[in-house]
């Protein structure tokens, strides 16, 4: 498949920003035609699946301003320059939502836009939840809202389109899976 | 939860290209105090979840510039400017596989990046498949290679990474479940 590979003949940075980074590529294609490749590179982000000794899944609701709506998530966040995804999804945690917990394991990565984007997603699965007491170590710059619910309740919420992002949607069908071959 | 929304000061148009526009946004958070967000506008996209009657996912292997790699995905493509999605995803699957289809559903739709996209993709499942007589109808200007795995062999792909990006483990997971409550 290497034959199929885009040379690259020049890039051009349109853009460095706080998050992202837009670069366009002029590319040779593999029959020689030129064409452009319009690229964002990102830091990396991690996403915890955190479920409670009560079998409640641990979701975030915030404000997405590139979506203009809110939105029910699993706790994420983006991972800091050099940081360790694993240091990063414990940090995420415990900032969003309070909790913190015994054993965090990844369960899989995926890029999330490939087609554009280097976003890379580490998913991790959190367990031994346990609520800090002193809850007002939550970040006082994340405007969250932490909700539980049940897994019944987030299919409910992927319905009604409040769950409604490619992390959160894998999360939620890896525990109908997992409650499947259980 | 509306006391959580950003309101925008300002918008700053950074490039508009084929694909993807930039706009940095300036905003007023919740409590006040200023901040700017990096959003990236798509089109939106569509990918398709095909098995065939021997029960092989369809798959393509292309190159993903944005990753300097080849990825194994389910097929997919961005919407065309008010295409509608189920058209776009017959096409796509004829477009890159060849293949044709009786009946084409929508299975979900997600965010893939919500913290600064709103590429929307939407999900659809393929049942009744056929192979074109005249495989000459692929699109010359996709460079994809047809591939048609099992579940098992998929999921030793998503092990080895080369099935790397969201929808395609989202698809991948989808199958596991409906063979485990089957």
């Known amino acids: ?55 409640k899944i ?14 029910i998530e699993i ?32 369960l899989t990565s995926f890029y999330t836009s490939p087609g554009f984007a280097d976003e890379l997603v580490h998913i991790y699965v959190a367990e031994g939840l346990r609520k800090k007491e002193d809850s007002a170590a939550l970040d006082e710059d994340e405007f969250v809202e932490l909700l539980e619910v049940s897994l019944d309740e987030a299919l409910q919420l992927v319905k009604e389109e409040r769950i409604y992002d490619a992390k959160t949607q894998y999360a939620v069908q890896y525990l109908q899976l997992k409650n499947a071959v259980r």
Chains 1, 2 share one sequence.
């Open 58 to 71: 641990i979701m975030v609701e915030q404000f997405r301003k590139a979506l203009e709506r809110n939105l």
């Open 1 to 55: 498949m290497s034959q199929f590979n885009e040379k690259t003949i020049t890039r051009k940075t349109i853009f460095q920003g706080r998050i992202i980074d837009l670069h366009v590529d002029e590319v040779e294609l593999p029959n020689g035609k030129k064409s452009t490749r319009e690229i964002i590179k990102h830091p990396g982000a991690v996403a915890v699946i955190a479920v409670t000794d009560n079998q």
């Open 75 to 106: 706790p994420a966040g983006k991972l800091e320059k050099g940081e360790d995804p694993l240091e990063c999804a414990k940090r995420e945690l415990e900032e969003e939502t309070g909790y913190i917990c015994e054993n965090m394991s990844l």
